[in-house]
């Protein structure tokens, strides 16, 4: 009874294991320099890559549940339908997959249409998987820290319709609950989807009030310069993933990121308390 976990380094992957090895499972993490690894005692570290068909075999054996997820890469929509398609191979019947909400919305921004591919695989192949949905990771925030602290503006272009940003640590819970419940099950569950969402769904000035509130001074948000937003992200990633954030921007001002009735409700019943908020995690990046 052994849970495997894809992309365990990231933010999102480390909440996953950690939350795995509370619930007390097997877990085992497929790392590409098992050197850099800091996971806690008894995880299984096996070194692979998501191209490489020998090592994913490898990690794959003996594995009965799976927990996929893929780095916002250029070749993302490869590397999921190679590890699905070895999964299949090695008969792991409980799979969860984290893709992104409104994936079959937003299909002109890259990662978001290639997730969307995947979803259509595993619904396709008939695979018994859970289908996580996370709104705009909270987490994200990070990199623009200092410029609402240095400038005294909210710099990202998120428009008014509202996103409901979720914290990367609700994320990983969530994941690991679905993982123990697939796993625990006598026989592969049936396909389910679940949209990860925060508590509140936020506009630009709504994000700009909060880091008023918790800087004690002026905080704007600018509107969109969709444009500017591009170079700006070109400063910090290639070209090809600047332009898919800035899509991306330009679906949020125009669609937004909305929960679906209920969404909120269903994640506070899984995890038996309320989610986690913006504010928290501004003031706690802030101090």
């Known amino acids: 009874m052994t849970i495997l976990v894809t992309g ?15 619930r007390g499972a097997d877990v085992r993490v497929l790392v590409r320099d098992p050197a850099k690894a800091d996971f806690p005692a008894g995880v299984a570290v096996v ?45 792991i019947e409980r799979i969860v997959y984290l893709s992104v909400i409104h994936s079959d919305l937003y299909v002109n921004v890259p990662h978001f249409a290639g997730k969307f591919g995947v979803e259509r695989m595993i619904e396709a192949m008939g ?6 949905r996370p709104a705009y990771f909270i987490d994200n925030e990070v990199m623009i ?3 609402v602290t240095g400038y005294g503006i909210y710099p990202m272009p998120i428009g008014t319709k509202g996103l409901a940003m979720v914290d990367a640590r609700d994320i990983g819970e969530v ?25 509140e769904t936020l506009t630009g000035p709504d994000v700009a009030a909060i880091w008023s509130e918790v800087l004690g ?10 444009a500017g937003f591009e170079q700006n992200m070109q400063q910090a990633m290639p ?37 986690r908020t913006y504010r928290d995690f501004a003031a706690q990046i802030a101090g």
């Open 8 to 22: 365990a380094t990231g933010n999102v992957g480390h909440n996953v294991v950690d939350q795995l090895v509370k």
């Open 47 to 91: 070194k692979g890559d998501l191209l490489d068909v020998g090592s994913l075999r490898e990690a794959f054996s003996g594995v009965t549940s799976l927990f996929l997820l893929n780095a916002v890469v250029p070749d993302e929509f490869t590397q999921a339908l190679i590890a699905l398609n070895i999964a299949r191979e090695a008969g």
């Open 127 to 132: 695979m018994h998987a859970t289908i996580l």
């Open 145 to 147: 820290k200092d410029v």
């Open 175 to 199: 994941a690991a609950i679905e993982l123990i419940r697939r796993e625990n099950a006598p026989d592969p569950l049936p396909l389910n989807r679940i949209n990860l969402v925060g508590p």
């Open 217 to 226: 001074r002026e905080i704007a948000y600018p509107g969109e310069d969709f």
């Open 239 to 275: 070209s090809w993933m600047a332009l898919d954030m800035r899509v991306m921007a330009e679906r949020f001002v125009s669609d937004g990121m909305v929960p679906e009735e209920g969404d909120v409700e269903r994640l506070t019943t899984m995890l038996g308390r309320p989610l």
